[in-house]
T-cell receptor, first 113, second 113 residues
Framework: AQSVTQPDIHITVSEGASLELRCNYSYGATPYLFWYVQSPGQGLQLLLKYFSGDTLVQGIKGFEAEFKRSQSSFNLRKPSVHWSDAAEYFC???????????FGEGTQLTVNP | NAGVMQNPRHLVRRRGQEARLRCSPMKGHSHVYWYRQLPEEGLKFMVYLQKENIIDESGMPKERFSAEFPKEGPSILRIQQVVRGDSAAYFCASSPAGQGPQHFGDGTRLSIL
């Protein structure tokens, strides 16, 4: 069964600092990969996705993620964090032959002024 | 351009009552998914439906829970004889195809007294 690990439960950064959120997955082949963001009391918003091709994918709000097959990782990055980026971030995988999303436990991001 | 609509946003029930959660997918989307988010946890897949068909219900508890997506109208997640452990946020997602990104609603927060 596929699984997703987000090793960092909570990360705090200063506004303007760079950000990297880690995501590792366990799956026999290369799955489809996603990052979602959830603000308090809201649903999940898709930041970016990886299906195939270029391993560096660009998303909305200035986010990018890099797929590394050798490390089974799909880390999310942003060069300069804004206060409005404070939220919970979820990494998710989808089997290439299936439909369900399997989510990590999430990383809570706090941004200090 | 309406997104995934869920109602109610908040639902309070007493133990033993029934809870009905509704989800209208995005226009043009015929694939619906339900996920549950327990406090301090990530989202867990429950069920995947297309119009009038349950495709994958492997994440549904064996008793008290059921889901439908009729030919006309929204998808319904039904929980009979609710217990305290059913308190959670229930999210619906939709997609135009059985794979690829899923678009989420804002969820229904279910509280059991």
């Amino acid at each position: 069964a596929q699984s997703v690990t987000q090793p960092d439960i909570h990360i705090t950064v200063s506004e303007g600092a760079s950000l990297e959120l880690r995501c590792n997955y366990s799956y026999g082949a290369t799955p489809y990969l996603f990052w979602y963001v959830q603000s308090p009391g809201q649903g999940l918003q898709l930041l970016l996705k990886y299906f195939s091709g270029d391993t560096l994918v660009q998303g909305i709000k200035g986010f990018e993620a890099e797929f590394k097959r050798s490390q089974s990782s799909f880390n999310l990055r942003k060069p300069s964090v804004h206060w409005s980026d404070a939220a919970e971030y979820f990494c998710a995988v989808q089997e290439t032959s299936g439909s369900r999303l399997t989510f990590g436990e999430g990383t809570q991001l706090t941004v200090n002024p | 351009n309406a997104g995934v609509m869920q109602n109610p946003r908040h639902l309070v029930r007493r133990r033993g009552q029934e809870a009905r959660l509704r989800c209208s997918p995005m226009k043009g989307h015929s694939h619906v998914y339900w996920y549950r988010q327990l406090p301090e946890e990530g989202l867990k897949f429950m069920v995947y439906l297309q119009k009038e068909n349950i495709i994958d219900e492997s994440g549904m508890p064996k008793e008290r829970f059921s889901a439908e997506f009729p030919k006309e109208g929204p998808s319904i997640l039904r929980i009979q004889q609710v217990v305290r452990g059913d308190s959670a946020a229930y999210f619906c997602a939709s997609s135009p195809a059985g794979q690829g990104p899923q678009h989420f609603g804002d969820g229904t927060r279910l509280s059991i007294l």
